[in-house]
């Protein structure tokens, strides 16, 4: 099983639809969980950090189901600028590694 | 302000030549690291650094070594190059602990 895992999708959207991706994570004893954005040839962003009671920005819910060993990214209202590869990283734990799933690629049509 | 800085971005190899790329950073970043993207891989751990003098081996060592004298430089180099390590290499850095990670903007090495 692989330490992170994320469905690659595609993802097809209408502009304005909500959708929401897991990421699933293998070790338990992981502390540090975050969404990055990777666009189509470039490097990957920071999109936000994932805590433990959940955290919003903007159009943008992070959640952390510690029982279930899992994280979800929803996005509300989608943008075509939204189009993109959302990244799970999982902070490996007792040490500096982030560990990286596949990714889920987004596409909003208009 | 530069970020984190990666030469060159694009590069195409003939197996068996060597060749080093550069990683900078302008942030004082302790921690540093160097990543392989391959599709349906994600991307993958190869080296990486807590400081200056201080390296370690990540998932996919093998055929890359690297050396940090410096915080700010972070180079790794291909000994060997084989058509395997054609991928899209990115550098990044970040503070101690579970900070946010800034990337380069990576460099595509093609091996033929």
């Known amino acids: 099983r692989k330490e992170v895992e994320q469905d690659p999708g595609p993802f097809n959207v209408p502009e304005g639809a909500t959708v929401a991706f897991n990421c699933t994570y293998s070790?338990?004893?992981?502390?540090?969980f975050f969404w990055y954005r990777q666009d189509c040839r470039k490097e990957p962003k920071l999109l936000m950090s994932v805590y433990s009671s959940g955290n919003e920005d903007g159009r943008f819910t992070a959640q952390l189901n510690r029982a279930s060993q899992y994280i979800s990214l929803l996005i509300r209202d989608s943008k075509l600028s939204d189009s993109a590869t959302y990244l799970c990283?999982?902070?490996?734990?007792?040490?500096?590694?982030?560990?990286f799933g596949t990714g889920t690629r987004l596409k909003v049509l208009a | 302000n530069a970020g984190v800085t990666q030469t060159p971005k694009f590069q195409v190899l003939k197996t068996g030549q060597s060749m080093t790329l550069q990683c900078a950073q302008d942030?004082?970043?302790?921690?540093m690291s160097w990543y392989r993207q391959d599709p349906g891989m994600g991307l993958r751990l190869i080296h990486y650094s807590v400081g200056a003098g201080i390296t370690d081996q990540g998932e996919v060592p093998n055929g890359y070594n690297v050396s940090r004298s410096t915080t700010e430089d972070f180079p790794l180099r291909l000994l060997s190059a084989a058509p395997s390590q054609t991928s899209v290499y990115f550098c990044?850095?970040?503070?101690?602990?579970?900070?946010?990670?800034?990337f380069g903007q990576g460099t595509r090495l093609t091996v033929v």
């Open positions: 942030m004082n970043h302790e921690y």
């Open positions: 990044a850095s970040k503070t101690q602990g579970n900070t946010e990670a800034f």
């Open positions: 990283v999982v902070a490996s734990p007792g040490t500096y590694k982030y560990i």
């Open positions: 070790n338990s004893a992981s502390q540090s």
